[in-house]
């Protein structure tokens, strides 16, 4: 079969299958592109001869499509995904920061970035780097240590072996990230003959992997000498389709479940043994158990500083872990006892071996008594201080109580992340979306847009501050070009209100965190007259002007109702913070300064320094 390089790639890419549980799913759902003479010719005339083979979707940034492909892969439990491809140069580059964020939260993106002439025949080319200590390194290299799978395609016999290999990480549960392959412009537009076989149907299995016996009786063994226990729900609850599982696993033995950011849904708020988030953004119930805890079982959490408060939250002077985990390289973190397996598997082996083992009464009696004293916390926070402009609190309670049970929040920076973690009551476990492995501002609109492409039948909130709007919200027109809708709620605070609250906690004194003019003395004057809603408006959505609580609530029920992508702009107070979750975040502090207010976070700091602990 004599094809282009890039025309086998789009028709291997258009048949390849997941499957999980006897059920399959196209993997690549389509393919995001900014097109510009390193892949013009190549990648778009192969997706235009395609015929919609494999879809096409035009973005207009390139780190901002990586970002929408992550989100959809994450809302598809990582069953599926989209590929992006772009020019070379800086349309290249641009994708990095994407590549990083779906690396570290282990979501699978195909990018195929352009690359120079391969035959080298005109070097250099336009917007070609040349390094004097190679003629074979490329921009594309930046893309080494951000990918889970990289490789460079110079001749067309080498995309076969590129093809099979990116799928086997793309489809692992325990490898997948970012797959990278680099495609010469040169070689995109060339010819070779293709055995028919490469182009056959192809359905790639997700296996879920069963815990080895042995370190099955290890862990059971320490939970039926725990008196405390606590589970620790991170993203692979939800990935493997645990959720069921774990709520039986919970009811039958009595063991509170806590939540890290990916795992949130893993049980309903207000199911009986769920504690809400743990760690840094955590609740205090789940802190306060987590601190006597002597048992803790995470299950497909990665432990991030988050999630352990930097090490200082399982102050239990004997605890142990268990980490089930499809990846070794988790589970045998914090040096627990490592059951590498399918959470789902997992879960129901602990359940079958535990049978007729429950914690303590009295315990089960706690874990309510502090999950109803927080329930008190968020209502207040909820309510609100009846005052202009509201509190962020306000805001996330009111898009919580209008949302429906099974819509999406999705964010990722900033001080939103925090109370979300902490206050959002999630009743499905894919109807929280936040980004937290890589923070990244400007993820919010763009995940958004994945999301939504992803589960079109739920309504999607997009909370996005004004700092991480102003970094990306280009992918509106996106969504309003395909016809895709969302709710994008743009929370106005005039500046970087997380930073702001940190910088002042470190002794920094909010320094570079208000977007101010600058007068003769700083950046301290009066706020920028930015008009962040106009700006909304000029990318093509629709825009509502909210002013305080009640105008935001009618606002968004407009919202809700109208058919087109719709951004609320809201004002909200920066200094009103939410409810504390007394735990630690470890970010040092200046050792010596003429400033007081940083010799007083030092000094504050080395005390909580104290309460970090290695566990070995």
């Known amino acids: 079969m004599r094809l282009t390089v890039a025309q086998a790639l789009v028709r291997f890419l258009s048949v390849q299958f997941s499957e999980r549980d006897g059920v399959e799913r196209r993997f690549f759902a389509g393919c995001f592109g900014i097109f510009g003479h390193g892949n013009v010719a190549g ?58 964020l779906a690396t570290v939260n282990r979501l699978p993106v195909l990018l195929l970035p352009g690359d120079i002439f391969a035959t080298r025949a005109a070097s250099p080319v336009l917007q070609e780097l040349e390094d004097g200590r190679s003629l074979d390194v490329s921009v594309n290299d930046c893309f080494k240590p951000v990918s889970r799978y990289w490789d460079r395609i110079n001749r067309a016999e080498q995309l076969p072996g590129a093809l099979l290999a990116a799928m086997r990480v793309l489809t692992d549960p325990a490898e997948t990230g970012a797959v990278t392959l680099a495609l010469p412009q040169d070689v995109q537009a060339e ?77 309903a708020w207000d199911h009986r043994c769920s504690v809400g988030a743990v760690g840094a953004t955590g609740t205090t119930a789940a802190n306060a158990l987590a601190r006597e805890a002597d048992v803790v ?15 200082s939250l399982f102050a239990h002077p004997s605890v142990r872990f268990v980490n089930i985990n499809v990846a070794r390289a988790d589970a045998v973190k914090l040096g627990g006892v490592s059951v590498v397996a399918d959470a789902r598997e997992a879960i129901r082996a602990l359940g079958e071996a535990l049978d007729g083992w429950s914690v303590p009464e009295s315990y089960r009696g706690e874990v309510r008594e502090r999950a109803e004293r927080w329930n008190g916390v968020v209502d207040a926070a909820f309510g609100g201080r009846q005052g202009t402009p509201p509190a962020q609190t ?19 920076a900033g001080s939103m992340p ?12 894919k109807g929280y979306h936040v980004e937290y492995g890589y923070s990244c501002m400007g993820y919010e609109i763009a995940g958004g847009l994945g999301v939504k492409m992803a589960a079109p039948d739920r309504e999607v909130f997009v909370l996005v501050g004004d700092g991480s709007y102003l970094m990306m919200a280009q992918e509106l027109t996106t969504a309003v070009a395909e016809g895709i809708k969302l709710v994008v709620v743009l929370v106005q605070n005039h500046g970087y209100a997380s930073i702001g609250n940190l910088s002042e906690s470190v002794g920094a004194q909010r320094f570079g965190t208000r977007h101010r003019l600058r007068t003769p003395t700083g950046l301290d004057g009066d706020p920028i007259p930015v008009d962040l809603a106009a700006n909304a408006a000029s990318l093509g959505a629709d825009v509502i002007r909210a002013e305080g609580a009640d105008g935001f609530r009618k606002a ?17 107070d920066p200094l009103a913070a939410g409810p504390s979750s007394e735990a630690w975040w470890d970010v040092p502090v200046a050792e010596v300064s003429e400033l007081d207010d940083t010799r007083q976070a030092r000094a504050h700091y080395d005390d909580s320094k104290k309460t970090q602990r290695r566990y070995l």
């Open 394 to 412: 306000e805001i996330i309670g009111i898009v919580n109580a209008e949302a429906g049970p099974r819509d999406v929040v999705v964010c990722a």
């Open 556 to 572: 968004l029920r407009q919202a809700i109702a109208s058919p087109r992508t719709t951004v609320v702009h809201v004002e909200t």
């Open 43 to 100: 990648m778009g005339q192969a997706l235009l001869e395609s015929g919609g083979g494999l879809p096409y979707f035009m973005a207009r940034n390139e780190q901002a499509m990586v970002h929408a492909a992550a989100g959809f892969a994450r809302m598809s439990d990582r069953l599926s995904t989209l590929a992006c491809t772009t020019s070379i140069g800086p349309g290249a580059t641009n994708m990095v920061t994407g590549a990083a």
């Open 418 to 429: 925090g109370d979300l973690h902490k206050l959002w009551r999630a009743r499905d476990p």
């Open 297 to 311: 079982v995470g299950i497909g959490t990665r432990y991030s500083d988050f999630t352990t408060a930097s090490h």
């Open 191 to 267: 010819a070779f003959d293709w055995p028919e076989e490469l182009f056959a149907r192809r359905v790639w299995r997700v296996a879920r992997a069963v815990p080895e016996p042995a370190a099955l009786r290890e862990a059971v063994g320490l939970l039926r000498g725990a008196e405390r226990p606590l589970v620790v729900a991170g993203g692979g609850v939800i990935y493997s389709g645990a959720v069921e599982e774990l709520g039986v696993l919970a009811e039958a033995t009595g063991v509170p479940v806590a939540e890290t950011q990916a795992g949130k849904g893993s049980l």
